[in-house]
């Protein structure tokens, strides 16, 4: 018999303090998860409840034991009910008090430290062992080492779908611990002295996030720019250079880190800040305090002048840097002299905002022991002189930021509905309208106002993106590459366990131009992605483009042939993307369509009206455009959304603004607005019109609306039913007849004799779709059959191959097609 499936194991991690907590609950649970855990959301549902402390403040660690009371009594109540509750402390607060942990709370089974987690489920596994034992053997498990293997090596990676699930920004560290000790802070004691994680193992991190769709990381340490991983050479490898490194990894699109140290803002970092586009324009950078005697007294390795010298340093490089950074008031021995000038330095370096705290004593550490404690109502006095003034410099930068236009990473839906949440390069939460398909891309946002904590905007859509202010973009790093013309091709080879996943960066010379090529709301690339089942990430001027190696190769050849027209001053719309599609998957020739066309092996018909430039979409278009500008006669006949009675219109419309005509007729047979419907209310012309409304609309995205009323108001334009044709000769004109299979043959053969001198006549159906009383015989049906190879007439027919609609109308059409074909044979 085989053994039942264990049954799943419900973890709850609650953190505590920092960003690299978060990132450290993360990595707990990707342990834990080959093992069964599976997270919950609500405490009372776990097996398992970690708490994931911090020591920072004397406030922050003693949450942890109320948090504990509250456990052993859920504990109690599980034990009620049948079941059982395993409590774990792990993070700062377990590395500094271990044992003492467990003294004070004997329910807590697991104490461990920030150095144990890859540990965790052997320690779990112990903490079970010792349930089995009688209760004068049991003990709590308590792992608060510093072992001597890397955690990183040993801690799993999570499944993709995890990290897709956690969203579109993610933490990693870097790097742990701080050689610094400053006075105040238990974070070398806690977190022990500085280690760093190998470059190839960041990277490796960075590139499996980026592949999970992750746009932003935020590289975390206690003393972040301290890093020195090594490189495959042995070599140590700074924070600049990470970032250098970083800026290379396809997908990812922002980077930032935190926290820094001013002594170890290295000059290659401040240069990355200089180069790198994606190197966000934000630093936290603490100072603590503004006067040299408190400096001193913290041992921060750093001098109100060498501070303040710094930052310029860092604005010369970035200008627009926003500057962030982490204040103490009331460190044993501020004077209100002292004070004043944290107020006067918070001034001075600019900050755009910043995290305020009152000095908390923490056990061990040297401050906590020395004379002249400040009085707590002193400390709350400073605190709060000091975070209103940091309101007023948020509130500042904020408004500084209205008017201009800045790149936001949309992550997610807003709270109100067609709202998009995102922020700004500066970390500021920014909220505008849009569709949610921009979600995971970097949007041009006009910044319009700003309320209490967020920013709101409209994105900024491409006719106005030339003029934009603020484009993010990223140097292309150096590699072998093509160039044709404005567009410069690199292979980047595919990651080794993805050999069917081909990528090809598009470079394109010109911003303005890349920028209409993406479309409105990157609506073009949209289009692509969904025709040719690739990725087509845009960034800056760089387009990257994922998928397999054929679809890849077509996009490419979209993208360049949209381009080379734009080039040559062409407009394009999204018509013409999906034209340039049609055309690339029906030739595999490797040319694009400007060159296809001057070579006139492929001819895309154009018709250009004074408010539309309209390119055929598939060859059955390009021969109709073709055929009206030579025959006197078209019939235009096929399935529903294959442009016929579009592109006649169109047609009609260029000949009108240039004086070839002088009226166009439009006319549908409208059979039941005249005889059946003749009860409706209104004059013939209110009865009629709306039959006729498909046509005037047409009109309308051909001309200007001016233009179309001053036509009909002027009889130039008519729009009028079949029976008003009777009768008349129409000359100098283009006379439409659309939803000809609906004419009865007397009605067709009426119709066809007005034909006048220097006119044309376009003539649309489809003969499947015959809606006439007691099945009569269709005029269009039998026209064709009577007209066909007659000189001077031209049948154009379509097919669903040339459904230019919404794709399902394609398939629609071919459901209806093959099920007719079915009845025919059945019958
Ligand atoms: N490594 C960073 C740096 O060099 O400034 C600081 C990291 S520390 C985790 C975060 C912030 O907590 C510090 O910048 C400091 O402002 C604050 N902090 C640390 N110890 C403190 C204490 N004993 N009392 C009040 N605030 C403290
Ligand atoms: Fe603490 Fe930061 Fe100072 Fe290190 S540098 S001791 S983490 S405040």
Avoid: W
Avoid at 19 to 32: C, E, G, P, T
Avoid at 487 to 515: C, G, K, M, T, Y
Avoid at 668 to 677: C, D, H, M, Q
């Amino acid at each position: 018999m085989s053994n039942p499936t264990p049954q799943p194991k419900k973890l709850f991690i609650k953190t505590y303090g920092c960003q690299m907590n978060v990132y450290d609950s993360d990595r707990m649970a990707d342990a834990l998860a080959p093992h069964g855990y599976m997270p919950v959301h609500e405490i009372a549902d776990a097996d398992l409840v970690v708490l994931n402390t911090c020591h920072i403040r004397e406030k922050a660690s003693e949450k942890v034991f109320s948090e504990l009371g509250r456990l052993k009594e859920l504990r109690a109540e599980r034990q009620a009910a049948g079941l059982d509750l395993t409590i774990g402390v792990a993070g700062c607060v377990a590395q500094a008090e271990g044992e003492e942990i467990v003294r004070r709370v004997p329910d807590v089974d697991l104490v461990f430290g920030p150095q144990s987690y890859h540990r965790l489920p052997d320690l779990l596994a112990r903490v079970d062992g010792a349930r089995g034992l009688h209760a004068a053997l049991r003990a709590p498990v308590v792992d608060t080492d510093f072992p001597e293997e890397d955690k990183f090596e040993h801690l799993p990676a999570p499944r993709k779908e995890v990290t897709v699930s956690r969203g579109l920004t993610a933490f990693l560290t870097v790097q742990e611990g701080c050689d610094k000790f400053c006075t105040f802070c238990v974070v070398p004691y806690t977190r022990g002295t500085e280690v760093s994680r190998p470059l190839a193992q960041v990277l490796e991190e960075a590139r499996r996030l980026a592949d999970a769709g992750v746009r932003e990381i935020t590289l975390l340490g206690q003393n972040v720019n301290a890093y020195h991983g090594l490189d495959g050479a042995g070599r140590p490898a700074g924070l600049g250079e990470l970032c250098y490194r970083l800026s290379e990894i396809e997908g990812l699109a922002r980077i930032r880190y935190t926290t820094s140290h001013p002594a170890d803002m290295a000059d290659e970092l401040i240069e990355a800040h200089r180069d790198l586009g994606a190197l966000m324009p934000y630093l936290h950078l603490p100072v603590q305090s503004g006067s040299d005697r408190i400096l001193q007294a913290m041992n921060r390795k750093h001098t109100r002048q060498s501070y303040l010298e710094l930052v310029a340093r860092i604005r010369a490089a970035r200008p627009d840097i926003a500057l962030s950074g982490d204040f103490i008031v009331g460190f044993p021995g501020e004077t209100d002299e002292d004070f004043e000038q944290t107020l006067s330095i918070a001034a001075e370096a600019g900050y755009a905002s910043a995290f305020t705290f009152k000095y908390s004593p923490r056990p061990g550490t040297p401050a906590s022991g020395l004379g002249g404690q400040v009085p707590e109502p002193v400390k709350v006095e400073r605190l709060a002189r000091l975070n209103a003034q940091i309101a007023a410099q948020t509130r500042s930068f904020a408004e500084s930021c209205v008017g201009k236009v800045l790149p936001v990473l949309i992550e997610k839906k807003g709270r109100n509905p067609g709202q998009l949440g995102g922020r700004s390069p500066y970390l500021q939460a920014v909220h505008m309208d849009g569709p949610e398909r921009l979600i995971g891309g970097i949007h041009p946002v006009e910044i319009l106002a700003l309320s209490n904590n967020s920013l709101s905007g409209r994105i900024v859509t491409v006719a106005e993106r030339s003029s934009a202010r603020v484009v993010e973009s990223r140097p292309v790093p150096p590699c072998p590459a093509t160039r044709s013309k404005g567009i410069l091709s690199r292979h980047v080879p595919p990651p080794a366990d993805n050999a069917l996943s081909p990528q090809l960066e598009l470079a394109f010379d010109d911003n303005r131009l890349a920028a209409q090529l993406y479309g409105d709301f990157d609506q073009n690339l949209a289009l692509i992605e969904q025709r040719l089942s690739v990725q087509a990430t845009p960034r800056g001027n760089h387009v990257m483009l994922k998928g397999a190696a054929q679809e890849v190769d077509q996009a490419r050849r979209v993208l360049e042939s949209l381009y080379e027209l734009l080039e040559e001053g062409r407009a394009i719309d999204i018509a013409n993307v999906d034209a340039v599609i049609r055309m690339v998957q029906s030739d595999d020739s490797q040319l694009t369509l400007p060159t296809l066309e001057k070579k006139g092996k492929v001819r895309m018909a154009q018709i250009a009206t004074r408010k539309a430039t309209i390119v055929a979409r598939t060859p059955a278009q390009d021969a109709y455009m073709r055929a009206m500008d030579r025959a006197e006669l078209v019939f235009g006949v096929g399935p529903a959304g294959t442009g016929k009675t579009y592109l006649a219109v169109a047609h009609a419309a260029t000949l009108l603004e240039r004086g070839d005509i002088n009226r166009i007729i439009l006319s549908r047979p409208a059979v039941e607005a005249g005889e059946r419907l003749g009860f409706l209310p209104g004059d013939m012309k209110e009865k009629v019109d709306p039959y006729l409304r498909p046509l005037y609309d047409a009109l309308y995205d051909m001309m200007k609306p001016e233009a179309v009323e001053r036509g009909i108001t002027s009889g130039i334009i008519e729009v009028a039913p079949l029976a008003f044709m009777r009768g008349r000769t129409l000359a100098n004109a283009v006379v439409i007849l659309d939803e000809a299979q609906n004419t009865t043959s007397m009605q067709m053969k009426m119709f066809l004799t007005r034909l006048g001198e220097n006119s044309k006549m376009i003539v649309t159906g489809d003969p499947t779709q015959v809606d006439l009383p007691r099945g009569e015989r269709s005029g269009l049906v039998e026209a064709l059959g009577l007209l066909d190879g007659i000189e001077g007439i031209h049948i154009s027919r379509f097919t669903d191959r040339d459904v230019v609609r919404h794709a399902l109308v394609g398939r629609i059409v071919r459901a209806y097609e093959g099920a007719t074909a079915k009845g025919d044979r059945a019958s």
